[in-house]
């Protein structure tokens, strides 16, 4: 059996807010059917780009709204995430911003090849009622994070396939 690839990257994650509500995507893995859970929208840092810059790209791609840096409060919260997921292991340093907006109907347009294999579909979720799948598991306490103050978030592993411990010593030898 060949090694899943493994990413290293740097993200930015934006929590939409629309009063008590935040909007999430209900990810999958193509690989483990019936595999499910909620995340921010958010994704991979590019080169030439900014965190903020990269949030609003994010948002503007996974959910339609077009947003500028000075939309975005933050970052309010920061961590690392490794993803174990049927083909690839990902970690992933996410930077969190928060963007307060009117709650709006999100659009697909926008989103890869991957995502539209991925992606099941959007949900507007009262910050009091969120899933038990929602990665990472402290979207609230990210709502109300102050950017004075950044949370510092745990690491943790957030995965379909659980990484083996040779996995996690690949993982710990290319982190340094």
């Excluded at 409060?73 to 930077?95: E, F, K, M, T």
Aim: hydrophobic fraction near 40%; charged fraction near 25%; aromatic fraction near 8%.
């Amino acid at each position: 059996m060949n090694p899943r690839p493994l990413k290293l990257r740097r993200g930015a994650r934006v929590l939409l807010l629309a009063g008590e509500e935040v909007l999430l995507l209900n990810d999958s893995d193509p690989g483990i059917p019936g595999s499910s859970w909620w995340v921010t929208p958010g994704g991979g840092i590019d080169a030439g780009e900014n965190p903020a810059e990269a949030a609003c790209r994010e948002a503007g791609e996974e959910t339609g709204l077009q947003l500028t840096p000075l939309d975005l409060v933050g970052p309010v919260a920061r961590g690392r995430a490794c993803h174990g997921y049927s083909d690839r292991i990902r970690v992933q340093d996410d930077l969190f911003f928060l963007a307060r907006v009117r709650r709006f109907e999100p659009s697909s347009m926008g989103w890869t090849d991957s995502e539209k294999k991925r992606v099941k579909g959007f949900r507007w979720w009262r910050l009091d009622s969120l899933p038990a799948e929602v990665w990472p598991p402290w979207v609230a306490e990210i709502a109300m994070a102050d950017p004075a103050h950044p949370l510092a978030l745990a690491d943790r592993e957030e995965s379909t396939v659980p990484l083996s411990p040779a996995e996690w010593e690949r993982v710990s030898a290319a982190l340094g």
